[in-house]
């Protein structure tokens, strides 16, 4: 894309990835608009743009002069049922893409989805017939109701009637910095370590034996944002769909001695059975507000802060969940992150943000 066509809009901006790519859009030099619900998002050199996206006339309207050459879907919106999930952020998709095509700017759109891809939705995980491990993007999609499928379908079908070029991007759990996000184990484990130090209690493994013991990988945000760009603006990542991991592989059973060191906390591995967080933390919520007003926390509402269910889910598994970077690396994108070194600059973020002590 020429410098003059260098126009942004992320679908998401105050997300865990969309806050990260909007912010690395701008400092690339992209005049960057960042589209949210609450138009909330602070960040350097972006310009927020709040609207509802399953309201299409207000986003129409808000879409008016963003005129952007490159869209980046990051959001999604959590429902009751895989068929809700269709509708809704099928919606969001074909709501956004729709709004901008009277102007006809778009050149490109990269959508965010996940490794759920591979794995089924929610309702169904890991019980459809699944891929083989490490997660290639060559896999058929699984004979189960997917929103992922229906938001590709939704682009794939824009691209087709408007002529851009499209790339799809399946990350696996994204280790970023957003507060009130459904999917943010980072901040998550953060909140809890805090919880677990106020009760003099150890930090404790709440997953499965299989994930204590497996391999496994996750994402930077830094790196999904990274991967969208290069695939926007290189003509060999236009119309393709691509995993995207650190590129280096663990096991939590050597990672989380690292975490307890970092939080100055014993800790204590599988033994027997998962101990959940969501068991755990039950009734949390004025423990956590004597944290935030001992150390003079800027949000005192663990709810805003900590996603049990979903570190949960990641931990939880009882099945391998691995993934294969061979066909982004043949391609040309190259980067990669250390997984420890991610969760460590993270939680040092988040602590000086002042959101955990």
């Known amino acids: 894309m020429s410098s003059s066509s260098k126009r942004a809009l992320v679908v998401g901006s105050t997300g865990i990835v969309g806050r990260s790519l909007a912010a690395m859009l701008s400092r690339d030099g992209w005049t960057t608009f960042g589209l949210s619900r609450s138009g909330s998002v602070e960040l350097p050199g972006v310009t927020s743009v709040r609207a509802d996206l399953l ?11 963003v005129r952007p050459s490159l869209v980046a879907i990051t959001a999604w919106m959590r429902q009751d049922s895989e068929a809700e999930n269709i509708r809704v952020n099928g919606a969001v998709v074909r709501n956004v893409l729709a709004a901008l095509e009277p102007a006809k700017s778009v050149a490109h ?22 891929a083989e491990t490490p997660f290639r993007e060559s896999e058929p999609r699984l004979d189960y109701p997917n929103f992922y499928y229906a938001q590709e379908d939704e682009l794939f079908a824009s691209a087709a009637r408007n002529r851009f070029t499209w790339s799809v991007h399946r990350s696996h759990t994204v280790i970023g910095f957003a507060v009130a996000n459904a ?70 059973r ?45 949000e005192p509402d663990v709810g805003r802060l900590a996603s049990w269910w979903h570190s949960d889910a990641d931990l939880g598994r009882t099945i391998e969940v691995i993934t294969d970077m061979t066909k982004s690396r043949e391609a040309g994108f190259l980067g990669f992150r250390s997984t420890p070194a991610s969760f460590l600059a993270r939680i040092a973020q988040y602590r000086a943000a002042r959101l955990v002590p």
């Open 183 to 252: 999917m943010n184990m980072a901040l998550t484990l953060s909140v809890y370590a805090a919880i677990c130090k106020q009760l003099g209690r150890p930090f404790v493994f709440p997953g499965s034996e299989l994930q204590w013991n497996c391999l496994t990988d996750v994402s930077d945000a830094d790196l999904v944002s990274e991967q969208m760009i290069w695939a926007a603006t290189h003509p060999a990542g236009h119309d393709q769909a691509f995993n995207i991991a650190n590129g280096d592989v663990f096991r939590w």
């Open 55 to 65: 309201e299409p006339a207000a986003l129409t309207r808000a879409l008016a002069d």
């Open 109 to 130: 759109v990269a959508l965010m989805t996940g490794l759920k891809h591979y794995l089924g939705p929610f309702e169904a995980y890991g019980k459809a017939v699944m």
């Open 254 to 298: 050597w990672l989380w001695p690292q975490l307890a060191r970092c939080f100055e906390l014993p800790w204590e591995g599988f033994a027997g059975a998962p101990r959940t967080l969501e068991s755990q933390m039950v009734g949390m919520e004025s423990t956590w507000r004597a944290i935030a007003a001992r150390h003079a926390l800027v």
